[in-house]
């Protein structure tokens, strides 16, 4: 395995993890990065690059991002997101990954993408319903500037930074499985019978 090849894998995984926090922002940086030549992409994803893909990948962001800061519109994006997050997160980990055997490619989407997504989105989701009950929706723009800025920040390092990416990734997956790890209701020792 070369050293690109790591890398590569390295963006994959930053990408999917803000996939998680926003489907479309990770989506549209990779568009724009492969529309700058910064990233190359498999030939068969060089169509993320195109300008059109940008203005819709950028027209959807926007829309994901202001959609929410809206209570109760947040809680819908989320039921839709979930799902998507696993679609979002696999494709663009096959899009980055360079040579290796499609297989592999596949594989290593389908776990390390889609499985990223999907858990971080699948925690930013209850952590919203949470939200939505303890405060009757108020505090949920804040949750939804810290997603957002978090997806920004993961997003910009996989880009110019893959590793510092696999770092934040590790990082925020460590905190996810501390929380619930925290809220899970804990069984009781073993009672004595009767």
């Known amino acids: 395995m070369t050293a690109d090849t790591v890398i590569s894998i390295f963006l994959g995984i930053g990408l999917a993890a803000s996939v998680g926090f926003r489907v479309f922002l ?12 910064v990233w190359d992409l498999n030939e068969s994803w060089e169509w ?3 300008l059109p893909a940008v203005i819709t990948l950028g027209v959807a962001m926007f829309v994901e991002i202001f959609g929410y800061f809206i209570p109760w519109v947040d809680n819908l994006l989320d039921s839709i997101a979930v799902p998507l997050a696993a679609i979002a997160g696999t494709a663009v980990m096959v899009s980055t990954v360079a040579d290796l055997d499609p297989v592999v490619t596949w594989a290593l989407a389908i776990i390390a993408g889609g499985g990223t997504a999907t858990a971080i989105k699948g925690a930013g989701a209850t952590g919203r319903l949470a939200s939505t009950a303890s405060t009757g929706g108020l505090a949920n723009p804040i949750v939804s ?4 800025g978090t997806a920004v920040v993961v997003s910009t390092a996989s ?8 770092v934040l990734v590790i990082i ?3 905190i996810i499985f501390s929380i619930y790890r925290k809220l899970r209701p804990r069984k009781k020792s073993s009672e004595p019978n009767n």
């Open 48 to 50: 993320i690059g195109s």
């Open 145 to 148: 500037t810290v997603e957002t």
């Open 26 to 37: 990770p989506l549209f940086a990779l568009s724009l990065a492969a529309y700058f030549n």
């Open 159 to 166: 880009i110019f930074a893959p590793i510092v990416a696999a």
């Open 172 to 174: 925020i997956l460590s």
